[in-house]
């Protein structure tokens, strides 16, 4: 009886890949179903890490790195039974079956968790809004996950690469900036150009261009700018088209999604760009 079980035991659990199987009688081909994932997106500005994390019944851990991670792009592992054994148990502790299937309440553009758990051929999925504390068992586990997965030395940069990143950021920001200099001029001329398209293009990509400085540090958009910028900028957001034609300036607010929305539509583009009100046309 105490073999029948060990044996057992040996079925549910796949032996550590480092351990030879007998050469007299091989193991049977590792179980390649799904137990477990874990994908967390990034939120509505594009904060926060994106990856994917699989498991696997026989040990195996399959993350794909997306955006805001130490590493973009696929990595492997191999849990052991052990591990195995603690990720069961982690989901066994937060009642996963008797969990909500959504979870989605509190300030919007936050990041998304996403988890599922497979036993005895169920599988249960749990989308998760992160503003959303209702259920700490939850947090708490998707927390678990990564632990147990190992996956930290992956979504998180190390001190040095993120030197590195911040470094290369600063000099493609230095490089758009020298880029937006040469081209501010032209677009300032062609807001006097007759044709309405022109010169609304020409105010979208002038305004696009705040946050950005001259070579003394000073801000390339200001209040002369802005007056500047206002006649065409009118037109733009009276236009029954407005919403393609803010399209150009590479993204609008991602909450404002209908085309043709009018006041709503005006109103994004004035924070987008803190417009003064009177600019607005609204």
């Not at 594009?46 to 993350?63: C, F, L, N």
């Not at 849990?79 to 937060?94: I, K, N, Y």
């Not at 040095?160 to 490089?175: I, N, P, T, Y």
Request: a positive charge.
């Amino acid at each position: 009886m105490r073999a029948m079980a060990l044996l057992l035991a040996f079925h549910l659990l796949a032996p550590d890949a480092t351990t030879p199987a007998p050469s007299a009688a091989p193991s049977p081909p590792a179980d390649p179903r799904l137990i477990a994932t874990l994908t967390r997106r990034a939120g509505g500005w594009g904060q926060g890490p994106a990856y994917e994390v699989r498991i696997s019944a026989d040990g195996t851990v399959q993350y794909e790195g997306q955006k805001n991670v130490g590493v973009i792009g696929a990595r492997t592992k191999k849990l052991t039974p052990g591990q195995l054994e603690q990720l069961v148990s982690a989901f066994d502790e937060a009642g996963y079956f008797s969990l909500e299937d959504k979870y989605e309440s509190g300030p919007s553009d936050n990041a998304w968790t996403i988890t599922s758990f497979t036993r005895g051929g169920r599988t249960k999925t749990v989308e998760h809004y992160m503003s959303d504390d209702s259920a700490p068992a939850l947090r708490n586990l998707e927390g678990r996950i990564d632990a147990i997965a190992g996956t930290h030395e992956w979504v998180y940069l190390s001190p040095a690469e993120e030197k590195r990143r911040e470094q290369a950021k600063a000099a493609k920001f230095r490089a758009e900036e020298k880029a937006v200099r040469a081209r501010l001029p032209v677009l300032q001329t062609q807001l006097a150009d007759p044709s309405r398209e022109v010169r609304v293009r020409a105010a979208v990509g002038i305004l696009s261009t705040r946050g950005y400085s001259d070579a003394a540090g000073k801000q390339l958009i200001g209040p002369a700018e802005l007056a500047q910028v206002a006649p065409a900028a009118a037109e733009a957001l009276a236009s029954p088209d407005a919403d393609v034609i803010l399209s150009h300036r590479g993204g609008r607010h991602p909450s404002r999604r209908a085309p043709n929305s009018g006041i709503e539509n005006r109103a994004t583009y004035a924070i987008a760009y803190r417009i003064p009100p009177a600019f607005s046309n609204s």
